[in-house]
């Protein structure tokens, strides 16, 4: 596979930092393979539950309730959580002692097997992810799909082959801490302005995203989109076989629209692959994911009718864009996922109007009057919750009427009590979800059932 470069483990001062998801599948990695694997949470014990019992199973040694800067300098390797910020004053000490500061998927890409996929971008690399691996497994190629989906990279290790497909959603934390990291096909879907509270700038964002790229060859696949104005300044600083997506012009090699076709296009050969109608899902955005995935699973060797297959039995991914209910001739849809203000303004833009929206969360230091024209053109009523709240009152003033409510369970509630039949009520918070609940799936979650119960009591159409 490219990129293909283990390292031994055996014996080996391994420092995980964080105790979620990604750092205990680090930790269970790292310690199978023998190394002397150490945990750093800052939650107390008692907080981690059952996952301080495995780890103490594995015999990891687990330091809770703290960073402490020498356990941090005495390491051979260090593998941050994604949540971990890299500027972290421990990881700074450890990295002026010269110990190496990987994320788990430089790691995990340097025992996987086959050829891998690597896909990112600001908005729609899950839907882009989740939507390739099910046009391989329709064209019947072993395929297995993760990363910033919910499943580490590095889970994916042991069951990966010689004649596997791994298809990796990779996000910029993930991205910013590798060194050697090469996919046989990159994928970079756009760039907008995203986790800005946590980047220092959007430059210092874009040249994380460009990581996917940075150690490919003439070999490998760059998937760029040409309809996105800062993904094409980019196109310089690929090394790698160039291929392009576009819903608004030919390309020289990928896919593109044309006339309501999207067609596959590689040295002199364009090969038609489906209709735009046949797209189930909802807006351009996803009309982009659905490019970009057709000329990714057309260069891992699909067929044209694997892909057409594949695009029109695709349900959809839980969170994005989802219908949950219609109740009285309103429509629910959840999409919690919508992180950033991009991804938001992607949501609105997929219905003709009679939009009650809901916004608010964690901000990530965001723009929020971007939204203003859209919310003017299709949105009735702006529902605001979390710590946002404030900041985007402010910046959308004037553009739409806006209420407070606070919580999502009143969210859901008083929108209901305001739609009229042919609305729809949409969740799409521009924010992240870590003021009130886990995580974006968390959210999603508690929008559904909050809209689950008005449909049981009222009689209506649960999707």
């Not at 020289?252 to 489906?274: C, Q, Y």
């Not at 929020?368 to 710590?387: F, K, N, P, T, W």
Request: charge should be neutral.
């Amino acid at each position: 596979m490219a990129g293909f470069e283990p390292v031994s483990l055996e014996g080996k001062r391994v420092l995980v930092v964080g105790a979620a998801r990604t750092g205990v599948a680090a930790a269970r990695f790292c310690s199978a393979r023998g190394a002397r694997v150490t945990v750093s949470e800052i939650r107390p014990e008692p907080e981690l539950g059952e996952v301080a019992g495995e780890l103490i199973r594995l015999r990891v040694a687990l330091e809770c309730g703290g960073h402490r800067w020498q356990t941090f300098v005495d390491q051979d390797l260090i593998l941050p959580s994604p949540g971990v910020p890299a500027e972290l004053p421990e990881l700074q000490a450890a990295r002026a002692a010269g110990v190496p500061i990987w994320s788990e998927v430089e790691l995990a890409a340097r025992f996987l097997r086959g050829r891998w996929v690597g896909v990112t971008g600001s908005n729609g690399k899950t839907t882009t992810s989740v939507l390739l691996g099910h046009m391989l497994s329709v064209a019947r190629i072993s395929t297995q799909v993760g990363g910033n989906i919910g499943v580490p990279l590095i889970s994916l290790v042991e069951t990966s082959s010689e004649r596997s497909v791994t298809v990796c959603e990779l996000s910029s934390f993930q991205l910013e801490l590798t060194e050697k990291l090469r996919p046989d096909i990159g994928v970079l879907l756009n760039l907008t302005p995203d986790h800005l509270d946590r980047h220092p700038s959007f430059d210092v964002y874009i040249a994380a995203k460009m990581k996917i790229f940075s150690n490919q060859r003439p070999s490998d696949a760059a998937i760029v989109n040409a309809d996105d104005a800062a993904t094409s300044r980019t196109l310089g600083q690929i090394p790698s076989t160039l291929y392009r997506f576009s819903r608004a012009q030919p390309v020289a090699a990928g896919t593109f629209l044309d006339s309501g076709k999207i067609f596959f296009r590689r040295g002199n050969e364009v090969t038609p692959l489906l209709e735009q109608a046949e797209i189930p899902l909802r807006g351009s955005h996803n009309l982009e994911n659905v490019l970009a995935a057709a000329c990714a699973a057309r260069l891992v060797g699909a067929s044209p009718e694997s892909v057409r297959e594949g695009v029109r039995t695709f349900a959809g991914v839980e969170h994005r864009l989802e219908f949950v209910a219609e109740v009285n001739g309103v429509q629910f849809f959840n999409d919690s996922k919508a992180t950033n203000v991009d991804s938001t303004l992607k949501a609105i833009e997929a219905f003709a109007g009679g939009l009650i929206l809901i916004l608010g969360g964690k901000d990530k230091g965001s723009d929020y009057s971007v939204l203003r024209d859209a919310l003017q053109q299709r949105a009735r009523h702006v529902l605001l919750i979390g710590q946002a709240a404030e900041k985007i009152a402010r910046q959308i003033e004037g553009a739409v009427p806006a209420s407070h409510a606070e919580t999502l369970d009143r969210a859901v509630q008083l929108g209901f009590e305001m739609a009229r039949p042919g609305d729809v009520l949409l969740l799409a918070p521009a924010c992240a979800s870590f003021d009130q609940f886990e995580n974006y799936e968390h959210r999603g979650r508690v929008f559904k059932h909050e809209v689950r119960k008005i449909a049981s009591a009222r009689g209506g159409l649960a999707g």
